[in-house]
């Protein structure tokens, strides 16, 4: 299992400004994902975390917009860039897939970054 | 692209009484996850169906994974207010897609 830790747990930025949220897990990781979850909606996958290399940003998301760091395979910041208020949102860190007994894997989330912008 | 459909959006259930929630995809998955969001709280993973028609079931809470491994169900018995929350599921081809969810409310 691993357990998840994100700064700050929520925000409230003016537009045009920056913010970075860290994520911290308690092992190594090999995959770490950053998700964004907009109020009362479901999760967007935005990027995948590469340890050592640039992330894998999805559709829709660019690198200008949410750059993103893994220096290591226990950390990785997110950072959201000229914001909007269409940026206020929930921001998850995800890790896995951690193999559990019987074969099954499991994704764990961090407790998020609620973002608001003004 | 990959899309998971997820319905109802919406149950709002009698304490004791039964639900579903359904998901469909557009195309094959290699496997389907299950997740529950509490209020204000990020999403906890439930369970995971790998093989063409499973069912799994986790004391009141029954999984099943269709033949053709691109639709699931989640049926919950006997809800109790603990119940309360938005469940997810998730379906993996090469990334997660989430589906809507289902945000259920309890009426004791």
């Known amino acids: 299992s691993a357990v998840i830790s994100q700064k700050p747990s929520r925000d409230i930025c003016q537009r045009g400004t920056s913010l970075t949220i860290q994520c911290q897990v308690d092992?190594?990781?090999?995959?770490m994902f950053w998700y964004r979850q907009q109020p009362g909606q479901s999760l967007t996958l935005i990027a995948t975390?590469?340890?050592?290399?640039?992330?894998?940003?999805e559709s829709g998301f660019v690198i200008d917009k949410f750059p993103i760091s893994r220096p290591n395979l226990t950390f990785s910041t997110l950072t959201v860039s000229n914001m909007s208020p269409e940026d206020s949102s929930i921001y998850l860190c995800?890790?896995?897939?951690?193999?559990?007994?019987?074969?099954?894997?499991?994704?764990?989330f961090g407790p998020g970054t609620r973002l608001t912008v003004t | 692209g990959q899309q998971v459909m997820q319905i109802p959006q919406y149950q709002h259930v009698q304490e004791g009484e039964d639900f579903t929630t359904y998901c469909n995809s557009s195309?094959?998955?290699?496997?389907i996850q299950w997740y529950k969001q509490r209020p204000g709280g990020h999403p906890v993973f439930l369970i995971q169906?790998?093989?063409?028609?499973e069912v799994k079931k986790q004391k009141r809470l029954t999984f099943q994974f269709g033949e053709a491994k691109k639709n699931s169900s989640l049926h919950i018995t006997a809800t109790q207010t603990t119940d309360v929350g938005t469940y997810f599921c998730?379906?993996?081809?090469?990334?997660?897609?989430f589906g809507a969810g289902t945000t259920v409310t309890v009426r004791a």
């Open positions: 169906l790998v093989k063409s028609g």
């Open positions: 975390a590469n340890q050592g290399s640039e992330a894998t940003y």
């Open positions: 998730a379906g993996q081809v090469n990334k997660l897609s």
């Open positions: 995800s890790v896995g897939p951690f193999q559990l007994a019987g074969g099954s894997y499991e994704q764990y």
């Open positions: 092992s190594q990781v090999t995959m």
């Open positions: 195309t094959t998955l290699s496997n």
